[in-house]
């Protein structure tokens, strides 16, 4: 398969995703932060394209999105659809759908930003706790001290949902002991 990641990047350049603030650089430099930190972690090419593209619809925390939903067929054709429908739901739901889903457990139902409730499948689920941490573990070295362990509790409960990789990321940068029952991801890595 040949690469199209030159044309991805380009592609958010021309959307001005280099030139967008974001977490103390711009959204670009994130996005492919992000990126590279689920492709170290031996996610498949879907996620990573989806972690490429994660916030480019904008989000909850992230409203100013670089990419107009006019333009999801584009991005559809750019980065497949099973990676675009996840940058869809990324940007769609709320973070606290996502985290009270860890607590709450499979079938996974998140709230969207217009208050509508949508099932995801369990492989879905675990794909949006991948792209939720690795955006955040992403992005924390950049914040204050004070507010590195924000919503500690709440990764605790999700990272059973991970795959090994992300969660011993998630484990080495909050401190957590390792989980011995973790059930295998609907992805491995």
Known sequence: MISRHPDKIAFLERHGADALAHSGENLLAHLQGVHALLRSWGARDALCDAGLFHSVYGTEIFPTGAVPPELRPAVRELIGEEAETLVHLFGTVTRTSLFDAAYDGAPFLLETRTGEQVGVIDAQYSDLAALTVANWLEQRPRFPE???YSRER????????LPDAARHALERAYG?????DAPPSPHTT
């Open 154 to 161: 709440e990764f605790d409960a999700m990272r059973r949902y």
């Open 146 to 148: 004070s507010s590195r």
């Open 176 to 180: 957590f002991a390792p989980l011995s």
